[in-house]
């Protein structure tokens, strides 16, 4: 019965979703303040039944109500606990329940908490926002109900995929989709500012906070997912260029312009029409993610269905909201206003080439994800895009990029002097020029190869040093006493060391991946035990094979001895599990950490001279990688923080609510 109710609750949804797309608009439109009114119910109310629908189905999983077919073909009664809520969302079905979920919690908290907007803007964002959810409600409950029956129920389901009975299950997805759904908002207030034809200061401060949020989540995603395949997989990677992959990086990219481009809106009100065209683009791009994931045109472990009638339909989406949000943008782009001048060394002429950097990025990875699909479509034959396009195409235009971050907050609003800029960045290039001549010295006798490293190395440096140069300035420090330099740090607003933390943080993900991709490790070979192998200095010596049981698998564990010339060697465990539900093996990798490097060691099947396959490898610095990519998400945390960012810009909101 419960199910039954659920499917119900959904519809109910879907008829709230149909009313907030309409009623709101026409009120404002209308200037009806009883209809607008009713705006942030519907969107409430909206959130509420979807939560309902979602506890329903969560508790299916729980209870394991096998009637239930996504229950019984992702879960099963022996499954722990924590995979088996962690499944509500391992399935298609699931995780298009928890995309809506997510989209109605961003509609419901403008609704609660958007009190500074005026009532016309938050009636037509709330309207867009309707809009999306009446789409993807109508999805689910045509193409992909969660609580479709099983008759006759079986006495248990078939499990869920090994490889997602992981935490990062718990975590990962739900993350991503936080940051994916949230630049629906970016896509919902650019629409509401081309329906009233404004864009201007006040806009930017309230629009800025949501793509922030969205922004945070998808680089916390991204890492997380990032970490989850390198431990997990076996594979020994960080970052393999996989199209769902690229997916969802292609927003954070068009979604860093667009946080970039706000600023120049909210403090210049200059880019009113780029940063509403990045708006649209950004969602666009989370669209074309879903639509990658779960139309069956790519096979990928990251893949949710391989149905080609719900790839259709989210293809129906994705043009009727993108073709009508341009069409709108054609129509009304030449009514916005064209901003305050500035000059061609400025600050907001950085931020223009920032952008245009980071958009030409997302089309490199755009290119190298749909050219083998079209390919294939149009000529039938398949091809592979993978690290050497990239390595080529997209780490020059990154350099490019990276020497702009230094530079562009050392810039003036307005208009500054070049040759003023270099003065100020001189300490920072000549610290950056020192590791590169110190690095170039250590490497150039290994090759010439190394040339790419070193000048890694040094533009990692240049941009954790120029950004600590950027706050010695802020702060004067070294230019008067020293306690006027703390009074202004404490004084300082957080947005400013979020940006400080968020383009050092690049500047160690640099740095980590530039010792990953030149210095990582690998030794495959067949072992027996008591065999010792050797890499980077370390030696590893199979000392042991035993078998056990775990909670739904039977596994099988290497116990390896690790030692380093005549220090004391440790142990490292990895294993081989097999799971009779499903009937697949998996690998479960052994990792030892540390902040310089990271030991991995992977165990393969036996043959029959009672030998094993082992891989091992060494990862220096990878480590830095992901603790870069979360520092910069904590930045994207102390800038949310700002208060300024909390109260909005009350002049207009006043205005509005006099209006209705």
Known sequence: MLPEIGHYVLIIALMLAALQSTVPLFGAYRRDPTLMAMAPHLAVGQLFAIAFAFAILTNAFVVSDFSVLAVAANSHTDKPLLYKISGVWGNHEGSMLLWVLILAIYGGAVALFGNNLPWTLKSRVLAVHGMIGFAFLLFIILTSNPFGRLYPAPLNGNGLNPILQDPGLAIHPPMLYMGYVGFSMAFSFSVAALMEGKVDPAWARWVRPWVLMAWICLTAGITLGSFWAYYTLGWGGWWFWDPVENASFMPWLSGTALLHSAIVVERRNALQSWTILLGILTFTLSLIGTFLVRSGVLTS????ANDPARGVFILAILV????????????????????????????????????????VLAGVVFLGTFYPLLYDLVLGDKISVGPPFYNIVFVPIMMLLMTVLVFGPMLKWKRDDLRAVFSRGRIAAACAGLVLLVSLAVLLGSGWHYIGTALGFAFAAWLVLGTLFVIARRIRLGD?????????????????????????????????????????????????????????????????????????????????????????????????????????????????????????????????????????????????????????????????????????????????????
């Open 301 to 304: 472990v990251h893949s949710f």
């Open 320 to 359: 009727i909201a993108t073709g009508g949000a341009l069409a709108l943008y054609a129509i009304r782009e030449r009514e916005l206003t064209q901003g305050s001048p500035f000059g061609l060394v400025s600050r907001e002429a950085g931020l223009i080439v920032n952008n245009i950097l980071l958009v």
């Open 480 to 660: 008067g006493p020293l306690d006027t330099s703390l009074r202004l740090a404490a004084s300082t607003p957080p947005s400013f060391y979020g940006f400080a933390l968020a383009h050092a943080g690049l500047g160690i993900t640099v740095a980590g991946i530039t010792a990953m991709s030149s210095f990582a490790g690998e030794n495959i070979r067949l072992m027996s035990i008591g065999d010792v192998a050797e890499l980077a200095g370390f030696t590893f010596q199979l000392k042991e094979v035993g078998q056990g049981k775990g909670a739904n698998f039977d596994y099988e564990r290497a116990i390896f001895v690790i030692g380093r010339g005549s220090g004391t060697g440790f142990v490292m465990e990895p294993e081989r599990r097999f799971y009779p539900v499903r009937q697949q093996t998996t690998t479960q990798a052994a990792i030892t950490m540390n902040p310089a490097r990271n030991l991995y060691i992977t165990f393969g099947e036996k043959n029959g001279a009672n030998q094993w396959a082992v891989r091992i490898f060494y990862h220096p610095l990878v480590g830095w990688i992901w603790g870069g990519a979360m520092l910069m998400a904590l930045g994207g945390v102390l800038s949310l923080a700002d208060r300024r960012l909390r109260i909005g810009m009350p002049q207009r909101a006043r205005a509005g609510a006099m209006v209705a």
